[in-house]
């Protein structure tokens, strides 16, 4: 029951622009370098034809760092809706 009160309660979402698009490509870069000092096997896993492009990470590198760009940017583009600033 309690779950159907908070899901009435849901924020105003933007739809796609410039902006979103620019928080979205930051909050990848962010992601890549936390992983870029962080994965301790960065190129483990099949190699991508031109690694040198990904800073040297394979496709397993790649994709979860990519992911949690990706979770991390929107969950910045909702805190700053919600603040609006954008």
Do not use: E
Request: glycine share 12%; proline share 7%; charged share 0%.
């Amino acid at each position: 029951m309690m779950l159907l009160a908070a899901a009435t309660n849901t924020p105003v979402t933007h739809a796609w622009s410039p902006t979103i698009a620019i928080v979205m490509i930051l909050s990848n870069i962010v992601a890549i370098a936390i992983g870029k000092f962080s994965i301790q096997h960065p190129n483990a896993g099949p190699q991508l034809p031109s690694s040198n492009l990904f800073g040297g990470f394979g496709l397993p590198a790649v994709l979860a760092t990519t992911s949690f760009g990706h979770i991390l940017g929107a969950g910045v583009i909702l805190g700053l809706s919600s603040l609006g600033v954008i």
